[in-house]
């Protein structure tokens, strides 16, 4: 186990949303079900935690470039993407904020105009798609809005009564994305699979595409049994509470969660620190350099006792292997990108 490499592949922005949902997730099982009975605005906490976040980190990266006149001469795709993922996100937080006043009785809006900042964002995330395209860079975020357009409209009609269907028929746009999903899925199973019969690839490449894959079961199949437990929920043809219809989400946000440890990259203009977030951590607690540079071996045999019958006298005695104990062997330095 390498710990420094685990250092390099976090993706603190990830794992922050990821979390942060997650978090969401259960207050909000709990609230439905009438376990507690705290004000919206407290169930919607974690979230409130991730957007203070993101414009807090976009506003000192916006300050710190403004303050640093030589960094104008670098190429600053970097920080376009984190201006672009600050406004997506003023957009949901401006839903954010009209859903719990809504909510809460502070103001009576129809959920077409509260759905309207997601809309704005879902047409305007395509543009945002192609842009990543173009910079090689990866906007998962928009990615799933832009893909859920239609969906989204189909929630927000059904929530002010304009259509009179059935929960089941309302998600057919989500059924679509989960099938083709489900299927990408089961080509990546089939494809570990044929990686782990395969003599031309290292035990290091079968490993990660088995892990892969592993991950992508617990996170697509999850989903789909969400969405069929939910719309049985909504439709009242089914007895299950809240928090039983929400356990495979939360199953596959730990899925998420997890993968955020191995998915290299994140933002490095993200409250101006220019590098990597692990390398940053480990600049100010330098403790933790000590446990980052440290790579753990174990022996596939520790013990060895080689088992004899009774001794009879004057045979001689049993031997007994030395024992190998578990090896900790420090690098020189923890690699990190510069």
Same mark, same amino acid.
């Given at each position: 186990?390498?710990?420094?490499?685990?250092?390099?592949?976090?993706?603190?922005?990830?794992?922050?949303?990821?979390?942060?949902?997650?978090? =969401?997730?259960? @207050? *909000?099982? +709990?609230?439905?079900?009438?376990?507690?009975?705290?004000?919206?605005?407290? /169930? #919607?906490? %974690? &979230?409130?935690?991730?957007?203070?976040?993101?414009?807090?980190?976009?506003?000192?990266?916006?300050?710190?470039?403004?303050?640093?006149?030589?960094?104008?001469?670098?190429?600053?795709?970097?920080?376009?993407?984190?201006?672009?993922?600050?406004?997506?996100?003023?957009?949901?937080?401006? =839903?954010?904020? @009209? *859903?719990? +006043?809504?909510?809460?009785?502070?103001?009576?809006?129809?959920?077409?105009? /509260? #759905?309207? %900042? &997601?809309?704005?964002?879902?047409?305007?995330?395509?543009?945002?798609?192609?842009?990543?395209?173009?910079?090689?860079?990866?906007?998962?975020?928009?990615?799933?809005?832009?893909?859920?357009?239609?969906?989204?409209?189909?929630?927000?009609?059904?929530?002010?009564?304009?259509?009179?269907?059935?929960?089941?028929?309302?998600?057919?746009?989500?059924?679509?994305?989960?099938?083709?999903?489900?299927?990408?899925?089961?080509?990546?199973?089939?494809?570990?699979?044929?990686?782990?019969?395969?003599?031309?690839?290292?035990?290091?490449?079968?490993?990660?595409?088995?892990?892969?894959?592993?991950?992508?079961?617990?996170?697509?199949?999850?989903?789909?049994?969400?969405?069929?437990?939910?719309?049985?929920?909504?439709?009242?043809?089914?007895?299950?509470?809240?928090?039983?219809?929400?356990?495979?989400?939360?199953?596959?946000?730990?899925?998420?969660?997890?993968?955020?440890?191995?998915?290299?990259?994140?933002?490095?203009?993200?409250?101006?620190?220019?590098?990597?977030?692990?390398?940053?951590?480990?600049?100010?607690?330098?403790?933790?350099?000590?446990?980052?540079?440290?790579?753990?071996?174990?022996?596939?045999?520790?013990?060895?006792?080689?088992?004899?019958?009774?001794?009879?006298?004057?045979?001689?005695?049993?031997?007994?292997?030395?024992?190998?104990?578990?090896?900790?062997?420090?690098?020189?330095?923890?690699?990190?990108?510069?």
């Amino acid at each position: 186990m390498n710990l420094g490499g685990l250092f390099q592949e976090f993706n603190p922005s990830k794992f922050l949303i990821y979390t942060s949902l997650f978090a =969401f997730s259960i @207050l *909000l099982e +709990l609230r439905l079900d009438h376990i507690i009975e705290w004000n919206i605005w407290i /169930i #919607f906490i %974690p &979230i409130w935690i991730w957007k203070c976040t993101v414009f807090s980190g976009c506003i000192t990266g916006v300050l710190v470039w403004i303050r640093h006149p030589e960094y104008r001469r670098e190429e600053n795709s970097d920080l376009h993407a984190m201006i672009i993922c600050a406004f997506f996100h003023s957009l949901i937080f401006i =839903f954010e904020l @009209l *859903l719990c +006043l809504t909510i809460s009785g502070l103001a009576i809006l129809p959920y077409r105009v /509260i #759905f309207s %900042p &997601i809309f704005c964002m879902s047409a305007l995330s395509i543009a945002g798609c192609i842009w990543g395209f173009r910079h090689d860079r990866s906007l998962e975020l928009e990615t799933f809005f832009s893909v859920n357009i239609l969906q989204l409209i189909c929630i927000a009609i059904k929530l002010d009564n304009v259509i009179h269907w059935r929960w089941v028929v309302v998600f057919v746009p989500t059924w679509i994305v989960i099938t083709l999903l489900c299927v990408v899925v089961m080509y990546y199973v089939i494809w570990a699979f044929l990686f782990l019969r395969s003599t031309d690839v290292t035990q290091r490449q079968r490993r990660g595409h088995v892990i892969y894959a592993t991950l992508s079961c617990f996170m697509i199949f999850p989903l789909l049994s969400l969405i069929i437990s939910l719309s049985r929920k909504l439709d009242h043809t089914s007895d299950d509470s809240f928090s039983a219809t929400f356990v495979p989400l939360q199953i596959s946000l730990a899925s998420l969660i997890i993968t955020s440890f191995y998915q290299k990259g994140g933002n490095h203009w993200w409250f101006g620190i220019r590098k990597d977030f692990c390398e940053c951590l480990l600049e100010l607690c330098p403790c933790l350099r000590e446990y980052g540079n440290v790579s753990y071996k174990f022996k596939d045999t520790i013990v060895r006792l080689r088992h004899d019958s009774e001794p009879e006298i004057g045979d001689k005695k049993r031997t007994v292997t030395n024992e190998q104990p578990a090896v900790a062997s420090p690098d020189c330095y923890l690699e990190v990108p510069d």
